[in-house]
């Protein structure tokens, strides 16, 4: 399976980005996607995840109230919609895939297929 990110770029505090990420072959309802992010030095952080095929979510505190994620199964994407951006949340966004739903501890190692990654830049 390959991931593939976009949307990243700069942009002002208290702006907003979209990211996408778009799922080689039909999505299926088992699939879970998250969205990670890594400051250099930092370890991998989970933001949020979704199971695409009844639209579970979960946020870890990084990313409640500010980020969205949401997804068109029929684009075989999903989306992370970040608002009320700040300086810290410049790092290098990645999305993955857990093909077995979103069971379990959110955590890297969870997930079994990761996407290149996008710079997000805010200043």
């Known amino acids: 399976v390959q991931l593939v990110e976009s949307g990243g770029g700069s942009v002002q505090a208290g702006g907003s980005l979209s990211l996408s990420c778009t799922r080689s072959?039909?999505?299926?309802?088992?699939?879970?996607m998250g969205w990670f992010r890594q400051i250099p030095d930092k370890e991998r952080e989970g933001l949020a995840r979704?199971?695409?095929?009844?639209?579970?979510?979960s946020y870890t505190d990084f990313a409640k109230g500010r980020f969205t994620i949401s997804r068109n199964n029929a684009r075989n994407t999903v989306y992370l919609q970040m608002n009320n951006l700040k300086p810290e949340d410049t790092a290098v966004y990645f999305c993955?895939?857990?093909?077995?739903?979103?069971?379990?501890?959110?955590?890297?190692?969870?997930?079994?297929?990761w996407g290149q990654g996008t710079q997000v830049t805010v200043s």
């Open positions: 993955a895939l857990r093909t077995r739903f979103c069971h379990g501890t959110f955590a890297s190692e969870n997930f079994d297929d």
């Open positions: 072959g039909n999505m299926r309802s088992t699939d879970c």
């Open positions: 979704m199971d695409t095929g009844d639209g579970w979510t």
